[in-house]
C-alpha cells in the first residue's frame, strides 16, 4: 500500500477523489461524523442516522480500532456488523453514566447554545407537533459527550431558542452549577452545509468548517440566530482515496449516505 492510499489510517495523503468520481457532499458528511469520534480511545459510538453510522464505521476501520460499536440492542459488532461480544442493556447504561459513550443524535431544533429538542414543536400546552419525546437526551448530555446529526440545515432547525429542553446545552448546564457542567461536553454539530462547534467565550454556537461549494452566508441564511463566522473559515476536511473506498465498496455500497444528504 502506497502513502496515498495508507492516508484514512495514517492521516497523511492527498485528499481527493478516485477514479469512480470525487466526493459528494454525503461523504463529506460522513467525514465530518467519523471525526467526532477521533481520539475518544475505547468508548462506545452511538450513531444516530445513516450518515453517523457509516462515519462511526469508517473511524473503526482507520483511525479509532479501539472504537466500540454495538447493534442498538444487546450485542457489540465490528465494522462488518459481525458480533465481537455481548453488550446487555444495564451495561449500556453504565457506559452512559459513566461517561465511556459519544453519542451522535439528531436534533429537530437546537439553539446557539446547544439546547436540543426532539420532543415537540409549539407551545407545551397545546404543541403543534409531537415528536419523538424527551428520551434520554438529558441524561446522554449531562453524562457523556453528545454531537449533533442535521442532514437538512434550516432556520426551522437552528432556532434562536428551541421550544423544549431535552439535550441540555451550555447555558443552561453553566446555570445549573457544577453537578451539570462537570461531564457536560458538546464536541460538534454536523450538518449537510458545515461543521459547527462552541469554541466561543460564552460557549455559543460557531462555525467551524464548511463543505465545498457552500458559503458562509448560505449558513447564515440557514441560521436562525446570529452565528459566530470566523474571518478566515476552512473547508471540512475531504475524504482520502482509501476513505472513499471504504465508503463506497465496504461500509455502504447502497449508498444510504445519499439518501439522507442531498445532492
Known sequence: MNASENGAATGTGTPVGTAS?????????VIACAETWRGGGE??????GAV????????RLTFAPELLLTDGEATLVGPDGEPE???????????????RRHVMMGASQIDRFGNQNISCVGDWDLPSRQLLGVRGAPVNTLNNPVSYWIPRHSP???????DMVCG???????????????????????????????????????LASLHPGVTADEVRAATG????VPADVPC????????????????????????????
Do not use: K, Q
Open 236 to 263: 471540512t476536511r475531504a475524504p482520502y482515496p482509501a476513505e472513499l473506498a471504504l465508503i463506497r465498496e465496504v461500509i455502504d455500497p447502497g449508498r444510504t449516505r445519499d439518501r439522507e444528504v442531498r445532492a
Open 168 to 206: 441540555v446545552g451550555h447555558d443552561r448546564a453553566s446555570a445549573a452549577g457544577p453537578s451539570a457542567t462537570r461531564f457536560h461536553r458538546i464536541p460538534r454539530v454536523v450538518s449537510d452545509l458545515g461543521v459547527f462547534d462552541f469554541a466561543t467565550p460564552d460557549r455559543s454556537m460557531r
Open 52 to 59: 453517523p453510522s457509516v462515519g462511526a464505521r469508517l473511524a
Open 225 to 228: 440566530f446570529a452565528l459566530t
Open 85 to 99: 461480544g455481548w453488550l446487555p442493556y444495564r451495561r449500556h447504561l453504565a457506559l452512559v453514566t459513566g461517561g
Open 43 to 48: 468508548i462506545l459510538a452511538s450513531p444516530m
Open 21 to 29: 468520481g470525487p466526493a459528494t457532499r454525503a461523504e463529506y458528511c
Open 156 to 162: 426551522r432547525v437552528f432556532v434562536e431558542r428551541v
